[in-house]
């Protein structure tokens, strides 16, 4: 089956009912957020639109000559659009579409010039995605089927947000907590974050496992000083506390606190990366995002790579959607999905879920659709051509 067309489209979902009030608005509203463009005044830390942060929403459809079509979603569509439209389709166009490994190589080698980490990883992974949902389809069988088949009853979740009174009413017994700090702030920014982590441990108790998301606002200093004062409250890790080139100061953390495991790789690209932080033995947790790194192909790349070194890949916010709510329950070492959550506290997950066919965590715990592909069950009037 040949594909006859990939294109850029954007999702126009009627807005759902409000059936539940929330009870307040998500600390997702309100609350100081550290990046690292923050380390300068002009952006202070609670504005919501940083520049370079996650925006315009792109999803990526792939018809095969059948009419039948597979969807995939990116971001920074304005950025990546044109590697679309204009430079990836032309080159898949007419090709198989079952031959996913094929045409990501294709696509890796008619990057190289112009560099395929990036703004490319990020529009290859949407191309990737809605060729393996397109493949799902035609085959009748649910993505996990087409990687391995299931290997868990139900996925275990973990959920990230700082409405810790309101993801224990779901039922979810792993957190993780979000950063308001800037490695700038010196010591009071240290102390600013004992005492957030303290009254976390305190909240979900001495069992439940804890985790620490600094996303890539410290340096090795700050964070190793950060480390050792956290070592009492028992993290599970801390995740992506260094910005992604750095995998010399991660080793240096190892070294300095080898007790406290690190996760990243929301914003590494490609295996290559991972290949390195897993040959420099610098983290313990691998983080791949399914959106932005490369899509499934290469995560699962990634995981054969982590897997052969005993270290476990939980894609990055991979019980969110359903790209990564497939890959965890196919593969074994991929035993812990996050969930993001900035949902309004009282709102059920199953309201807050704009993507029609996609589950939601019960009680921590999550099944993939079993409908084909991905599961996704948008129609043709929710897709509108990008530049429209």
């Not at 008619?110 to 949902?133: C, E, K, P, Y």
């Not at 040959?279 to 313990?284: K, N, W």
Request: proline content about 9%.
């Amino acid at each position: 089956m040949k594909i006859r067309s990939i294109e850029a489209v954007r999702l126009e979902l009627p807005p759902p009912p409000q059936r539940t009030p929330p009870r307040r608005p998500s600390y997702n509203q309100s609350a100081r957020r550290a990046f690292p463009i923050n380390k300068y005044p002009e952006f202070p830390r609670q504005i919501r639109k940083i520049p370079g942060e996650v925006s315009n929403e792109v999803w990526i459809r792939v018809t095969a000559e059948n009419g039948t079509w597979g969807l995939g979603l990116c971001h920074w569509g304005h950025l990546i659009e044109p590697l679309i439209n204009e430079h990836f389709a032309p080159l898949l166009q007419g090709r198989d579409c079952m031959a996913i490994e094929y045409l990501n190589d294709l696509m890796w080698r008619a990057s190289q010039r112009f560099g395929a980490t990036g703004l490319v990883a990020i529009a290859r992974s949407g191309i990737d995605l809605a060729l393996w949902d397109l493949k799902g389809k035609l085959l009748g069988v649910p993505v996990y089927s087409l990687i391995g088949g299931p290997c868990r009853d139900a996925i275990d979740c973990y959920c990230t947000s700082d409405d810790l009174d309101w993801t224990m009413e779901l039922g979810f017994k792993a957190f993780k907590v979000s950063n308001p700090v800037h490695y700038d702030e010196g010591t009071a920014g240290l102390n600013k974050l004992e005492d957030k982590i303290a009254k976390a441990r305190e909240t979900v108790g001495p069992d439940a496992d804890l985790m620490f998301n600094p996303v890539m606002s410290f340096n090795v200093e700050f964070a190793a000083r950060l480390m050792e004062r956290l070592l009492p409250y028992r993290l599970r890790w801390i995740e992506e506390p260094l910005m992604p080139h750095d995998t010399e100061g991660l080793v240096q953390l190892k070294r300095a606190v080898p007790t406290l495991p690190i996760a990243t790789g929301e914003d590494h690209k490609g295996r290559h990366a991972f290949r390195e932080l897993v040959e420099r033995r610098c983290v313990d947790v691998l983080q791949p995002d399914l959106r932005w790194f490369g899509g499934l192909t290469e995560a699962l790349k990634v995981y054969t790579i982590g897997e052969a070194a005993g270290l476990s890949t939980f894609p990055h916010s991979g019980a969110s959607l359903p790209f990564g709510q497939h890959f965890h329950f196919a593969l074994p070492e991929a035993q812990l999905a996050e969930y993001w959550l900035g949902s309004d506290p009282g709102v059920p997950l199953a309201e807050a879920m704009r993507l029609p066919g996609v589950a939601v965590p019960v009680n921590g715990k999550l099944r993939p659709s079993d409908a084909p592909g991905f599961g996704i069950d948008l129609k043709e009037e929710h897709l509108r051509p990008w530049r429209s």
